[in-house]
Every structure is written in C-alpha cells, then in structure tokens.
C-alpha cells in the first residue's frame, strides 16, 4: 500500500485518521450523555429505556459496528446474569483479538455487522477448535450452511428484540421498575468508555 506514496500523502493519511477518531469520539461522547441522561429517569419509565436500547440496536453503521456489538453485549450480560452466567468483554473493536468479542463459560461469542461470506468465513478461522456463538444483525441461509458444525449458536437482532430483550422488559413490567434494563443502559457506557480509552491509546501510537 505504501509503495511510491509521498511523504506528503503520508502525513494527511495520519491528519485524516486522526480527525477520524475525534469525530468517532464526539459521536460516542454524545451517546454516553444519552445512555446516562436516560439511566437518571424515574425507575418507572420502563418505556424509555426500552425505546433506546431498541433504537441503538438497530444502529448498524459506522466504526466498525461498534454500537450493535456494545449495545448487544450489554443485552446478553444482563440477560446471562438473570440466570447466573457470566458473559465478559475483554476487547474492543479496535483491538486484535483473535476472534473473541465476548467470552462467556466454554465458548467465545464473535460478533459482526458485516455478512459476506468472506468475513464469516476469517471468523471462523480465527480460535479453531473453540466452541463459539455467532451474532450479527442478520444471518443468510448461506453463511448458515457455512457455520454448521462450527458454531454452537447464532443470534441475529430479532433474537435479541425476541426473547432476549423481551423477557428483560416483561421483568421489569411486572415489577413497575426497570431493574433489568437499567442495567443494560449502564453497561453499555462502561464499554464506550473503554473504547474511547482505546482509541485513545491507538492515536497516541499514531502520533508516537
């Protein structure tokens, strides 16, 4: 990539790359303040919680589908924990993990917005050998076939709107609090913070 490119071009791809983490971090800044600004409502107003967390899921584009991985693993976390289980988010979307977006008890959950066969295909040669899940907002029939004997499970958006944030919502109802989805709305501005952490990191590199 680099051959016969000009010192010049160089610099402005730093300056542009740069530029570009700022405007991804003033977008996450915006995000937390909503996700905060929203865990501050009376517990009652279930509704509100509900209507963001559903809004963002569907948030699909932009930075590598940052908001669909933090907002789902938010979900997850707290719907595992109901039951006892433990689900972790080590990395960022930044970060080389070797396949592992989520680890939870014997299997590693991958996560992608993008659904070409070619980048299901790299997950699945990433940790061979490893039980995984596979979430993304879709799942052709295609990369179906392709994650049979594979993958333990897949989970698309309408799994997450249905059973996974429904059961959480219908708790929280028949409560008249939002216990669970409170919770979901305070994990998921953990996690931006941890990625504009990261970023951070990685623009300090650049500059270095």
């Not at 990539?1 to 402005?12: I, K, P, R, Y």
């Not at 959950?109 to 997950?123: F, M």
């Not at 799942?139 to 004997?149: D, F, N, R, S």
Request: aromatic share 8%; glycine share 6%; charged share 30%.
């Amino acid at each position: 990539m680099l051959v016969n490119t000009s010192l010049a071009d160089l610099e402005q791809l730093r300056l542009d790359l740069l530029e570009s983490l700022r405007t991804a971090y003033e977008k996450r800044q915006a995000v937390i303040k909503k996700l905060v600004d929203t865990c501050s409502l009376p517990v009652e107003r279930i509704e509100e919680r509900y209507a963001l967390v559903d809004s963002y899921l569907s948030q699909l584009t932009g930075n590598r589908g940052e908001m669909f991985e933090v907002v789902s693993f938010a979900v997850l976390r707290e719907y595992f924990r109901t039951f006892g289980f433990s689900l972790q988010r080590f990395s960022t979307t930044h970060a080389n993990d070797g396949g592992m977006d989520f680890v939870g008890g014997e299997a590693i959950y991958q996560v992608t917005t993008d659904e070409s066969i070619q980048k299901v295909r790299r997950d699945l040669a990433k940790a061979p050998g490893t039980k995984r899940v596979l979430v993304g907002p879709t799942l052709t029939p295609a990369v179906g076939e392709l994650c049979k004997g594979d993958v333990l499970e897949t989970v698309e958006l309408k799994d997450l709107l249905n059973p996974f944030i429904s059961w959480l919502l219908a708790r929280d109802t028949r409560s008249k609090e939002a216990r669970h989805l409170q919770r979901v709305l305070e994990i998921a501005p953990a996690e931006f913070r941890r990625e504009n952490r990261a970023e951070a990191s990685e623009s300090h590199s650049e500059v270095v």
